[in-house]
């Protein structure tokens, strides 16, 4: 699920006018940050494919 600005804005307790700040004042800082949610996205898919890998392998065991 991508995230919008509102979202990033609100789990950031920023207003989403600071973010598009950052975006236009500060881009390095807003790359930061949105690549620091693509990463935690990133890692949660990775877990939940981990756990249906686990999953289909115990099936095979039985």
């Known amino acids: ?5 509102q979202d990033m804005a609100r789990l950031l307790e920023i207003t989403p006018m600071t973010l598009r700040n950052w975006r236009k004042d ?3 800082l807003y790359e930061i940050v ?3 949610f693509a990463f935690e ?3 949660k898919k990775s877990k939940s494919n981990y ?4 999953e289909l392998e115990a099936s095979f065991k039985l």
């Open 1 to 5: 699920m991508k995230m919008t600005q």
């Open 26 to 28: 500060k881009p390095y």
């Open 34 to 36: 949105r690549k620091g």
């Open 41 to 43: 996205e990133v890692v």
């Open 51 to 54: 756990e249906a890998l686990k």
